[in-house]
């Protein structure tokens, strides 16, 4: 815990701290630069798989698949934006390591591929009656009794009935332990010296950074934009699209990658179907053509976001005259909300 004396330090107006942080796109400034590409879990030490098991495949083999064909994507659509990529062998990148990667490059997009899975349906057989011995009373008042308890089978089925896609973001503005930490650390980015001030505490951490940055207003509503566009894009291409969806636990690279970031929930690996899809060439083609799709109607947002004026209280522009209607008509809806979010 800091020092009272540090606390007093830390007493700085924080909006005006956040928006030096995360300064709007001026006019003709390139608003991608790194795009980060993460493909989820990986080959362990061991040999062993650490994603998803389907009847036939693994998770870690999928998302390296379909996010080379990303990066190929990207880098043909964006040539003026460098691509980096957190797990680029078949082989396992540690979370605190991907975060590093990430913010290290100072990336501008943060997307990690992923392969959803449902649990096995618990299941049981009756399988018949077993007598149980038991006693009431104690000394001569002792009776011993006997009772039939029923005996049963237990046992696991797949649950192949889930299917379709599913995009997370860091749900920032529900946690209340990470605006304290944000209001009372975010100044310490600014000081020099912070080591000899601070001690032990590592603000290049990709802990602390994501503490002190990530979850500011402007990259929620960036990173919400960008979860919707990508599963658009899904709907589009017949998939069935489960939406975007906000996480406060269990994400380490939403929360500690400093920049906009989504998770892409590409398909459930239980279902029989959707394995092949996934495992399939064109699956997963399609997986990152509609990806990409979302991007560059991303990138256009921000383009356009550097024309509009500002609305002074959301840092939403008061127009968003995005490409694709669902997506304008998205956009205005997370405007609207923040309109009518109370004053803090």
Known sequence: MLKKSILALLLIPISALLLSFTPSPSPNQQVLR???IDAGHGIMANGGHNGAKGNYSYEDDICLAVSKKLVALINRDFPNVKVVETRPTKFITELHERADIANQNKGDLFISIHVNAMPPIPKRDFTGYKTEVYYTGKG?????????????????????????????????????????????????LAEDNYKEKYGEIDVNSPEFIALSLVKTQQFARRSTALANMVEEQFSKAGRVSGGSKQRQVGIWVLQ???MPSVLVETGFITNPQEEEYLNSDSGQQEI????????????AWLEKRQLAPENSRTGMPSRIPVSEKDNYAFLKAVEQQEEEKPAR
């Open 140 to 188: 001569k008042k002792k009776k011993k009794h006997t009772r039939k308890v029923p005996q049963y089978h237990y046992y696991e089925v797949p649950n192949t009935s889930a299917k379709g896609t599913q995009t997370y973001i860091w749900g920032a503005h529900k946690s209340e332990d990470k605006e304290v930490a944000l209001r009372e650390n975010a100044p310490m």
């Open 288 to 299: 990152a053509q509609c990806v990409n799709d979302a991007v560059k109607n991303y990138k």
């Open 256 to 258: 500690a990658t400093a």
């Open 34 to 36: 790194t795009i980060i």
